[in-house]
């Protein structure tokens, strides 16, 4: 896997990131790789593949009732 090196961060941030890793329970480095993984997004092609499972894994599912309804019926609240 290739690494990546980023120079000339201000303290503060690398201070931010350090603490953000901590409440999060994550070292520095997995903190900043989640981080850089959202920030480019996930192109079409790994959107595909993540709805392909999420088919699979539902396929022949019944449920009682449609996602349209429950929308319905919360907005009527």
Do not use: C, F, H
């Amino acid at each position: 896997m290739p690494d990546i090196l980023v120079r000339g961060l201000d303290a503060r941030v690398v201070k931010r990131l350090k603490d953000r890793a901590k409440q999060n329970g994550r070292s520095l480095q997995s903190e900043a790789k989640l981080l850089l993984e959202q920030g480019v997004g996930t192109d079409a092609t790994e959107m595909e593949q993540i709805l392909a499972k999420w088919r699979e894994r539902s396929a022949g599912r019944k449920y009682r009732q449609s996602s349209l309804d429950i929308l319905r019926e919360v907005r009527e609240l």
